[in-house]
């Protein structure tokens, strides 16, 4: 089957004519969406970044010939997905809290060496963390997600690995502690450590402020610890503090670290970030992608989203839930093409799928063809012309905002073709870290003019190899693309 010129037999039903030709505009449109949950997103009421902990056994707490007896025994904890803030909750991110609840200010609310807008709030009591978080929609991590999300699949001792000074990237300053050689007498601004980043993406979380969990603090809670999902004890007389401060010394900024503090009492060295639940998995039979609710998502799902494309009124085919229907609804119908929503129901994605924009021109050309398709019914043609006409303005929409999009893997070698985009001409590297955050390649793309580089041929190659030439082993890593003064990370899985 040619794709500019579709030939169907007559004898083919119109239900796998309809799949497959929608398979084959699917092929052309060059989208990618996975089914797991999205590995960051932005939340809402907040405008918080957050980051994706994935559902898993780890290991909290160190050996008891190593550590505080608080600390100990080291244990697994079998955690369920959750997002963390990227960054502490920053001043300017509390101000608006106040502002829409009347919460009274935190101490050294007025200190102009604490309260700049992109530094962490600090003054605040364990009641104050709660009541933002209850704010936002969020909650307080729990001291095992706080520990985890720190230390990683490891773990580590600090969220960059297992030396406080070690090399990252050609830095060994990976955190905010006490005295000035970091470049900061107290406080910093939020993210100003990239390298000491955790393996899940969050900053932050050695140094800078200490921060208030949700649970009740027990010196002895680790000798009878649940495995499932830990909360602590169900009282005590103070609430738990993580990830030391700006006036704190490196081993009391180690991620396994427990301290505590009444929750009426606050410091200029305390401040917290939030967490909060992944959303539930669909219902049996009520997927979002499948629009009519029939049971199954097929042909008449895609024509409920285009006949209301682009619709601010439209009562279905908003699929994403993000106010109105557009290519992303189109994107994850086609995912979940021809599933059954009646049997295991999939994970509602958090994010907009990353769409392949080099792909737009031969869109447009394939719909114009298949407008005129034999066999098909007025109304999926008039659904075809209408993405047609889309499609083509939005090809001519401007690029506003350089981004940083999901690689492409090969999967069966260890390798990927790395996407972007520039708003602005810029000299452009993609560097490439293994978990513990060592820096293993640099790709120097050169001097690049605005443009869309996500065709696979114009995208960023990596070979899977490090800067030995040695072939990197499967697992996770990370990308980084600095665009002049932008830079954005993602996190990436290769497999051999």
Request: net charge negative; charged share 25%.
């Amino acid at each position: 089957m040619e794709n500019d010129n579709p030939r169907w037999s007559t004898s083919m039903n119109e239900t796998m004519k309809n799949r497959l030709l929608w398979w084959g505009l699917m092929l052309l449109l060059g989208v990618q969406q996975s089914i797991a949950r999205d590995t960051e997103m932005i939340h809402e009421k907040d405008n918080a970044r957050m980051h994706l902990v994935p559902a898993g056994e780890y290991i909290m707490g160190t050996p008891e010939e190593v550590s505080r007896s608080d600390e100990s025994p080291a244990h697994a904890v079998r955690l369920d997905p959750f997002y963390l803030d990227q960054f502490e909750v920053t001043n300017a991110q509390y101000e608006q809290f106040m502002a829409e609840t009347d919460h009274p200010a935190p101490l050294f609310w007025e200190d102009l060496q604490l309260n700049q807008p992109d530094y962490p709030v600090v003054g605040v009591t364990w009641d104050d963390a709660k009541a933002y978080a209850d704010w936002a929609g969020k909650r307080l991590p729990t001291e095992a997600e706080w520990e985890i999300a720190a230390r990683g699949s490891d773990p580590r001792e600090f969220p960059w690995g297992n030396a406080f000074d070690e090399d990252v990237d050609g830095e060994t300053i990976h955190a905010n502690i006490a005295g000035d050689v970091d470049g900061f007498e107290l406080t910093a601004p939020v993210g100003s450590f990239p390298t000491g980043a955790s393996e899940f993406g969050v900053h932050d979380m050695a140094g800078n402020v200490m921060e208030w969990v949700a649970d009740w603090y027990d010196p002895e809670y680790y000798k009878e610890s649940p495995v499932a999902n830990p909360t602590g004890p169900i009282s005590g007389l103070g609430r738990v503090l993580r990830g030391g401060s700006w006036g704190d010394m490196p081993d009391e900024v180690r991620s396994a670290k427990r301290r505590s503090l009444l929750a009426n009492l606050a410091d200029r060295t305390i401040g917290f970030r939030c967490a909060l639940d992944t959303p539930e998995e669909p219902t049996q039979g009520n997927a979002p992608w499948d629009v009519d609710n029939n049971g199954t998502v097929n042909i008449l799902d895609l024509v409920l989203v285009g006949s209301n494309f682009g619709n601010p009124n439209a009562t279905a085919g908003d699929v994403d839930g993000n106010g109105r229907v557009d290519i992303f609804d189109l994107v994850l119908v086609a995912n979940h093409f021809g599933e059954r929503t009646d049997a295991s129901p999939q994970v509602r994605s958090l994010q907009a799928p990353a769409l392949n924009f080099d792909a737009l021109p031969r869109l447009h050309a394939a719909l114009a063809a298949l407008e005129s398709a034999p066999h098909l019914s007025a109304e999926i043609r008039r659904v075809f012309e209408h993405l047609r006409r889309w499609v083509a303005n939005y090809h001519a929409r401007p690029i506003t905002r350089t981004q940083l999009f999901a690689n492409y893997p090969n999967p069966f070698n260890p390798e990927t073709w790395i996407p972007f985009q520039l708003a602005h001409a810029a000299e452009v590297t993609i560097q490439i870290y293994d978990v513990t955050g060592k820096r293993i390649r640099q790709l120097n793309l050169g001097d690049l003019e605005p443009g869309i580089y996500t065709m696979r041929e114009q995208s960023a190659y990596w070979n899977g190899r490090d800067a030995s030439g040695d072939a990197v082993a499967s697992g996770i890593y990370f990308y980084r693309l600095r665009a002049g003064a932008f830079q954005a990370t993602r996190r990436m899985l290769l497999l051999k």
